[in-house]
């Protein structure tokens, strides 16, 4: 059984207090010394300045300055270990609030991305992702995703949308299994993938830019265009050191004739010319990774933990091997502090004159082009891999602290095979423990289904969407709200949710035809299905509502797939006589208890003996005249 990260969180929230408590001492007593070390100094150089004590005297108070700048150098290292200190609180209280099921306050030291759950994610031609709430507020990602970097998100929301093989699937299981037990990386992941500030930003265009061909020579080419630019870099490492020779040398050179000291002028045109010709090539190059918003060097601390991460599954230890490089290659964290430098001397070109004065006599951009040409031949084509590696070690550790957060949460055993699902004490996950109601799903071979019955409000569509998201969690590699569960991958295909499309000329009864024909072509498909079917074909009269959807379930059923129809047209039960057995009955109820509904949400056999719309109405304030007798 996977240890719970709730006692962590506890020990962790103290230790943090502790350290808290002291760094806020010594920044205290760090700032009273400087106080009085500024007072030192202030009254020592009136002292001086206003009395005939020897220069010398001014020694005493240059070195309280010496001191005061060694204060206020190790005042801004306490200072910086406080921040982290306060960041590591944070992710405690999160991680507890999640726990008691309390609400996430606004985190006003972080900048929110525009699109915090995920939202972006939902496709209307999926499967199952919006009618099983896999995506926005209050969604299985929300409720998952502790990634902190785009790359993160995306691997999280991508294993969410398909179905792994079941290699994979295990693989996952046994890599989160290893990180519950390792909540001090989970932390430091968290930490520091969220100082890279990248949620929001796309870290696709590094991976473009270390693929890209080259815009500069830096090794063997047969490239025209490339031996062409080789001639003028090299020209380029002629004409500078000529130019600033002459340059230097007017004086003497215009001594001998007038003329020979403005040679340094026809050098500099030349020069000048050289970065014409090449700067299409370097702005390319110079420009994107000197931009504000450019994905560089914000990764490092996050590669340098992986990189020192001692880590035994096989997939971690592969993403680890990644990132550490192999034999003659350097550590992603190594080339990305290079490039990081690199970068900065780009940066130059933000201080427009600086940057024209260096272009002109030194042709700067060339340089740092060059620069950035070698470290892409080193390392470009590195780069996606380290970015994917860091997205799936982000997604692992949101399935292992999901696991750690949801101890009582069962690891299914996803087997391949013939279409089946079986699972005990299942809930709806998106349901707080405290309210939430558990069932039974028993599927066990291929071509069994669920008619499900029920009244108004029963809990028939919430039954449906736990089945759902069980088999999707499972074969994403998540554990499942359930006690036990064992079933093969399934693509769960649902028609839940159905909406009109006007600008089409869709009424919602098309739309749901569609749909429904959408489920039974996947299941003539090679993967075994899982459909969930909700008030089926509710857009029309109910004999044809009765055809129809015995015609589409009978249907499926003889295809191999598994799944569950909710219904209030108590016609549809015959289904069950005309499958051979393979539809079962099972019903959701209410009672009464003095003028109040009262709602079980337990699952039932057989078909409900009851309705209660007419009370709803009622109970809403519509009078609705009605004999129950």
Not at 129 to 145: C, H, N, Y
Not at 481 to 500: F, G, N, Q
Not at 588 to 603: A, I, N, R, T, W
Request: some cysteine; overall charge neutral.
């Amino acid at each position: 059984m996977t240890t719970g990260l709730g006692p962590h969180y506890e020990r962790r929230a103290e230790e943090l207090k502790r350290a808290l408590a002291e760094l806020e001492q010594q920044s205290a007593t760090l700032s009273h010394q400087r106080g009085l070390v500024m007072l030192g100094i202030l009254g020592g150089s009136l002292g001086v300045g206003l009395t005939t004590l020897p220069t010398w005297a001014w020694a005493g108070p240059g070195a309280l300055m010496v001191v005061f700048i060694a204060l206020v150098v190790r005042h801004a290292a306490v200072a910086s270990r406080k921040t982290l200190v306060e960041e590591r609180q944070r992710y405690v209280q999160s991680g507890v609030r999640r726990l008691t099921g309390e609400p996430e306050p606004v985190d006003p030291f972080r900048l929110l991305p525009k699109d915090p759950d995920g939202s972006r994610f939902l496709r209307p031609d999926h499967p199952n992702a919006s009618d099983l709430d896999l995506f926005g507020p209050s969604s299985l990602f929300v409720a998952v995703s502790r990634a902190e970097t785009a790359v993160g998100e995306d691997t999280l929301a991508r294993w969410l949308l398909s179905v792994a093989p079941v290699s994979v699937v295990r693989e996952r299981q046994a890599a989160a299994r290893e990180l519950v037990s390792k909540a001090d990386l989970l932390e430091d992941l968290s930490i520091f993938a969220r100082r890279a500030e990248s949620r929001g930003r796309a870290e696709e265009p590094l991976a473009l830019w270390g693929e890209a061909p080259p815009e500069l020579p830096v090794g063997p080419t047969r490239d025209p265009k490339l031996a062409r630019r080789r001639a003028l870099i090299l020209a380029a490492k002629v004409l500078v050191p000529i130019t600033l020779a002459l340059f230097l040398a007017r004086p003497t050179l215009a001594a001998v004739a007038r003329p020979l000291g403005a040679l340094w002028i026809a050098s500099l045109v030349l020069q000048l010319g050289v970065l014409g010709a090449l700067w299409s090539s370097i702005a390319r190059m110079v420009t994107f990774v000197s931009s504000r918003e450019s994905p560089f060097g914000r990764f490092r601390a996050v590669f340098e933990r992986i990189e020192g991460a001692e880590l035994e599954s096989p997939s971690l230890a592969a993403l680890v091997s990644i990132v550490r490089g192999g034999q003659g290659e350097s550590k992603a964290s190594e080339e990305i502090a290079r490039l990081e430098r690199i970068v900065g001397f780009a940066d130059v070109r933000h201080n427009s004159i600086i940057h024209i004065v260096l272009n002109l006599f030194f042709l700067y951009d060339v340089w740092v082009a060059l620069a950035l040409e070698r470290w892409r031949a080193r390392s470009g084509r590195r780069t996606r891999a380290w970015l994917t590696a860091l997205g799936e070690m982000e997604a692992l550790a949101s399935v292992a602290t999901y696991a750690g957060e949801h101890p009582g949460f069962a690891w299914p055993e996803v087997e391949d095979g013939a279409a089946r699902l079986d699972a005990d004490d299942l809930g709806h996950p998106l349901i707080d423990g405290k309210t939430r109601v558990t069932n039974e799903v028993h599927l066990p071979s291929p071509g069994q289904a669920l008619l499900v019955t029920g009244s108004n409000m029963s809990g028939k569509s919430t039954y449906l969407r736990a089945v759902g998201l069980c088999a999707v969690m499972a074969c994403a590699g998540l554990p499942v709200c359930a006690s036990k569960a064992r079933l093969s991958p399934l693509v769960a295909w649902t028609s839940m949710r159905i909406k009109d499309a006007l600008d089409q000329g869709w009424s919602h009864f098309y739309a749901e035809l569609l749909r429904l024909k959408a489920v039974v072509n996947a299941a003539h498909g090679p993967t075994p299905v899982l459909f969930l079917l909700d008030e089926i074909l509710h857009g029309t009269n109910s004999k044809e509502r009765t055809i129809g959807a015995r015609g589409v379930v009978l249907e499926l059923v003889r295809r191999g797939a598994i799944g569950g129809v909710s219904t209030h047209d108590y016609a549809l039960v015959e289904i069950a006589g005309e499958s051979d057995g393979k539809v079962r009955l099972v019903h959701f109820s209410d009672h009464v208890e003095g003028d109040k509904m009262v709602f079980d949400y337990k699952l039932k056999e057989g078909v409900v003996q009851s309705t209660n719309a007419i009370r709803l109405m009622r109970a809403v304030g519509i009078d609705v005249p009605y004999d129950e007798g």
